[in-house]
């Protein structure tokens, strides 16, 4: 039951009569904002509507402010009438689902669930809100200004002393001042021993500097292949990947560890797919190894083959080349070649890979059909795809033996994502005729950069254009045929991919 009030009686039903009634301001042209007034005095009035715009209003156009159960949202308006409107736990749940389903009507929600219960510690977090000691408060500024207030009671309680803007422990005091450098100020403001500090934030010391130390396991793993190779070896885990890299300062290998979790959250919003989804199954981690130079890599085979189930291919392309993507398991091994920066590109590029080739193996890759195919045309071209997106440019074909196919022909690793759309320009205006149709664009590792060049700009086309439809292909792929799901999921044949890329780069792009 809506009823119309003053400005007075309107802060007083507040105090007085909790209730989970949204807000109503009806000026005197007749328009009205339907919302959460989150501010008002005898000047203006702030209201927050469902989209969660606040609207400005001036108190002399201002002809009634009403409480109603109306948030301007029908759908959520539903659901309010569905559930006990004035029970701060169940608008709560209304709001969370709100924001986990985008829609930002969740403010004004939280808002009303605070109204209920000012105390609400869900409806609090999910506004952003700070708890320190008993009370919320709505800046950081605040929230850190009470907590020093709380810090510093509590400090004089216990004997702690003033130093340096902070506070210090008696037994510390007379160390410090000898050694200020061997101290650091923890979150609360208490200067501790830097080493004791580090140490408990699982922080190692190689020479001079403190890095994150690792999981227990990582520095298993480390011992295990100094045993087993005589040399050293930086090891990170993640979220969803392990990175074991040798000769790389221990601080790049971690920024390395946050460069491959970039690009998964990144595949994983261009697939559509919830944040918390993890397509390397249930725990599992793709493993990616940086080594030295081949002899090591050959090392590496020979003790860790069983570990990671590896076949003697996999070790006859790791004795050619030093380098093997991971066809089997989830091994890469590398070497630095190139710089930094290139081994940036080739993580990024792996990492891109592993993600699209477990989310999307294809038939034959799950075992299911001898005719299934492994498209290796689409994790390459996805690979370089990711560089481009996150780096700037994709720079990394994989071939690295000077013969493929079986033929004298030589694998051109000349490519670069930022000349694709020229070259492909000009290798269809010359009407060479070699790629005819997208079937040709199987097995990337061994082909040229003008097939990766074709096959980057049809990805990014699709990507770009059609992009739920590319996502329903690869997961179909997992069903059928590639060529198969194309079909079926964009009413495409490889023929008609093969005419429309064509056109498209006789337009220029």
């Keep these: 039951m809506r009823f119309q009030t003053t400005l007075f009686v309107f802060v007083a039903v507040l105090v007085l009569m909790p209730s989970a009634h949204a807000d109503e301001v009806i000026k005197k042209d007749g328009k009205s904002v339907k919302g959460f007034v989150v501010g008002q005095d005898s000047r203006l ?45 169940e608008v709560a749940e ?23 219960d000012e105390d609400h510690s869900e409806a609090h977090e999910l ?3 700070i708890l320190v000691g008993d009370a919320w408060f709505t800046s950081k500024k605040k929230a850190d200004t009470a907590r ?43 200067w501790r021993n830097k080493a004791e500090f580090m140490r408990e934030k699982g ?16 520095k298993a793993d480390r011992a295990k292949f100094k045993e ?11 979220d969803h990947f392990r990175l074991y890299v040798m000769d790389v300062p221990p601080e790049e290998v971690t920024e390395f560890g946050e460069l491959v979790e970039k690009t998964y ?13 993890n397509v390397f199954r249930g725990n599992n981690k793709a493993h990616m190894w940086v080594l030295k130079d081949r002899p090591t890599a050959v090392t590496w085979f020979k003790n860790y083959r069983e570990r990671f189930s590896l076949s003697d291919g996999f070790g006859k392309l790791v004795s050619q080349s030093g380098n093997c993507f991971g066809a089997e398991g989830l091994i890469d091994v590398g070497t630095p070649e190139g710089g930094r920066e290139r081994l940036r590109h080739r993580l990024v590029n792996h990492a891109a890979q592993f993600a699209m080739k477990w989310y999307s193996p294809g038939l034959r890759s799950a075992g299911k059909g001898k005719n299934g195919d492994f498209s290796y045309w689409l994790y390459e071209s996805f690979g370089v795809h990711a560089e481009h997106e996150l780096l700037g440019n994709g720079v990394i074909v994989h071939s690295t033996l000077a013969k493929y196919g079986g033929s004298a022909g030589r694998a051109d690793k000349a490519f670069e994502t930022k000349d694709a759309n020229e070259r492909c320009e000009g290798y269809v205006r010359h009407g060479a005729d070699a790629l005819e149709n997208i079937d040709n664009l199987q097995d990337l590792n061994m082909l040229s950069g003008d097939h990766i060049a074709k096959g980057y700009t049809i990805l990014r086309w699709l990507m770009t254009e059609k992009l739920e439809e590319f996502r329903n292909w690869v997961r179909e792929r997992n069903k059928m045929r590639s060529l198969e799901a194309l079909a079926k999921t964009l009413g495409l044949a490889a023929a008609q991919v093969d005419k429309k890329w064509r056109e498209m780069a006789r337009d220029g792009f």
Excluded: C
């Design 45 to 89: 009035v702030r209201i927050m509507d469902a989209k969660g715009r606040t609207h400005r209003i001036a108190m002399k156009d201002v002809d009634s402010i009403l409480e109603g159960p109306d948030t301007g949202d029908k759908e959520t308006d539903a659901k309010l009438e569905e559930i006990d409107s004035d029970d701060a736990d």
């Design 94 to 116: 209304v709001a969370t689902a709100a924001k986990a389903s985008g829609n930002k009507v969740w403010k004004v929600l939280a808002m009303m669930a605070l109204r209920i």
């Design 127 to 129: 506004l952003g809100h």
């Design 148 to 190: 020093r207030k709380l810090v510093a009671e509590q400090m004089k309680e216990d004997g702690f002393l003033r130093w340096r803007s902070g506070w210090i422990s008696k037994e510390d005091r007379a160390l410090a001042s000898k050694d200020p450098k061997a101290y650091v100020k923890d979150d609360n403001d208490v």
């Design 203 to 218: 922080f190692e010391l190689v020479g001079e500097k403190w890095i994150p130390g690792g999981t227990a396991e990582d």
């Design 228 to 238: 087993l190779t005589g040399e050293k070896i930086w090891v990170v885990t993640t």
């Design 265 to 277: 959250a990144w595949f994983i919003e261009q697939m559509g797919l919830d944040k918390g989804t």
